[in-house]
Nanobody, 123 residues
Framework: VQLQASGGGWVQPGGSLSVSCTLS????????MAWFRQALGKKREYVAG????????DYVDDVKGRFTISRDNAKNTVNLQMNRLKLEDTAVYYC?????????????????WGQGTQVTVSS
């Protein structure tokens, strides 16, 4: 299984960006998907997750109402739309895949990881 992340970049505070991740090598719909992020000098943290069908999503409080995670099982892709970005959203964003049937925030449950994509919010 391979995860290929794309998107990200630079944006001013209050702006929007999106990141995407494509899974190859196995059945995408068999995995719960999530986005994590790691800011410079900090531990990697969970941001959002989505279940197999896309019927359930989960967000940390800090991004709730600003970020939207979605998936397209026909395209083997998971997306994270990020709106009203803040300086503290600056980080490398990683997509991850878990074989569990329920969304989990535990990074140890995610077997496969993308390479990370940089999101920079600055003025």
């Amino acid at each position: 299984v391979q995860l290929q992340a794309s998107g990200g970049g630079w944006v001013q505070p209050g702006g929007s960006l999106s990141v995407s991740c494509t899974l190859s090598g196995n059945t995408f719909s068999s995995y719960c998907m999530a986005w994590f992020r790691q800011a410079l000098g900090k531990k990697r943290e969970y941001v959002a997750g989505i279940n197999w069908t896309g019927s359930r999503t989960d967000y940390v409080d800090d991004v709730k109402g600003r970020f939207t995670i979605s998936r397209d099982n026909a395209k083997n892709t998971v997306n994270l739309q990020m709106n009203r970005l803040k300086l503290e959203d600056t980080a490398v964003y990683y997509c991850a895949a878990s074989p569990l049937s329920s969304i989990t925030r535990d990074s140890d449950s995610y077997l496969y990881w993308g390479q990370g994509t940089q999101v920079t919010v600055s003025s």
